[in-house]
């Protein structure tokens, strides 16, 4: 079945920082690839998303791009604020349009500290 | 355009007792999701509803668990009886028939004793 692999946390990072969340898959056929944020008492919300092979999706600053040939879509920002300290979570959806059969990794959890 | 909206927030039960969780939706979203979230895991998906007919509930519990979606639009998750291990957030998400791209709201957090 699909899976998602996400780097082990807690990641800690003062602000201003370079930041990479890595993240893998395993999937058959055209998954899309996301990247949600949780932030303390709150539901996840979606960052970015890719939906095709060398797509790079973009928000806030972060961005990711779709990777086929290293099936990874890892998460970067240039430089992180307090504000980014949250639970990152990388999903995917199969080739198909049906949202429901989401799978999600674990998440990372990233402290900023100023 | 208002999100996807969860009632209650927090919930402590204890173990045997019942619980529900209700959910409204994006307004035009025929889809609709119920997903647990355990402490330090992602998201498992229980049950999916396209308008009031159930697409997927492969993963729903049912000796414990059920979940409605009447009319097509807002939905209930009962958890009945509770068990310690029921403890995690309850997240409800909606989506448009033909996007894949989920809208979650806020969850609702239990915690059984």
């Known amino acids: 079945g699909d899976s998602v692999t996400q780097m082990e946390g807690p990641v800690t990072l003062s602000e201003e920082a370079f930041l990479t969340i890595n993240c893998t898959y395993t999937?058959?056929?055209?998954?899309?690839l996301f990247w949600y944020v949780q932030y303390p008492g709150e539901g996840l919300q979606l960052l970015l998303k890719a939906t095709k092979a060398d797509d790079k999706g973009s928000n806030k600053g972060f961005e990711a791009t779709y990777r086929k040939e290293t099936t990874s879509f890892h998460l970067e920002k240039g430089s992180v604020q307090v504000s980014d300290s949250a639970v990152y979570f990388c999903a995917l959806t199969p080739s198909t349009t049906n949202a429901g059969k989401s799978t999600f990794g674990d998440g990372t959890t990233l402290t900023v500290k100023p | 355009e208002a999100g996807v909206a969860q009632s209650p927030r927090y919930k402590i039960i204890e173990k045997r007792q019942s619980v529900a969780f209700w959910c409204n939706p994006i307004s035009g979203h025929a889809t609709l999701y119920w997903y647990q979230q355990i402490l330090g895991q992602g998201p498992k998906l229980l049950i999916q509803f396209q308008n009031n007919g159930v697409v997927d509930d492969s993963q729903l519990p049912k000796d414990r668990f059920s979940a409605e979606r009447l009319k097509g639009v807002d939905s209930t998750l009962k958890i009945q009886p509770a068990k310690l291990e029921d403890s995690a957030v309850y997240l409800c998400?909606?989506?448009?028939?033909?996007?894949?791209?989920?809208?979650f709201g806020e969850g609702s957090w239990l915690t059984v004793v």
């Open positions: 998400a909606s989506s448009l028939v033909s996007g894949n791209t989920i809208y």
């Open positions: 999937a058959t056929g055209y998954p899309s």
